[in-house]
Nanobody, 118 residues
Framework: QVVLVESGGGSVQAGGSLRLSCVAS??????MGWFRRAPGKERERVALIDDDGRSVYTDSVKGRFTISKNMAKNSLYLQMNALKPEDTAMYYC??????????????WGRGAQVTVSS
């Protein structure tokens, strides 16, 4: 069974940067992504990437966030720059067997908290 572990969360002032990491063990999946859930909000897809290099981003993070993947290490990354208070959320790593945009995500990490203060 695939196990996903996030790291790199923390607190930062508006305009700062953080880099999230996710390491997968067990069954290798071809698509991975980042989702987030803010207090009182529904879960939101942040970014996806597959083994072909296709990626998608939600409009609110385009130009500020970059998703990348190291296939040899089964690791996923999210570089977050120019952070805003509205980026505050629990961020989750996910993996699935298909390709962007569907991905068929079926494994999820426990989450990493990101807090951005003004």
């Amino acid at each position: 069974q695939v196990v996903l572990v996030e790291s790199g969360g923390g607190s930062v002032q508006a305009g700062g940067s953080l880099r999230l990491s996710c390491v997968a063990s067990g069954f290798t999946r071809h698509c991975m992504g980042w989702f987030r859930r803010a207090p009182g909000k529904e879960r939101e897809r942040v970014a996806l990437i597959d083994d072909d290099g296709r990626s998608v981003y939600t409009d609110s993070v385009k130009g500020r966030f970059t998703i990348s993947k190291n296939m040899a290490k089964n690791s996923l990354y999210l570089q977050m720059n120019a952070l805003k208070p509205e980026d505050t959320a629990m961020y989750y790593c996910a993996a699935g067997p298909d390709r962007v945009p569907a991905c068929g995500l079926d494994y999820w990490g426990r989450g990493a908290q990101v807090t951005v203060s003004s």
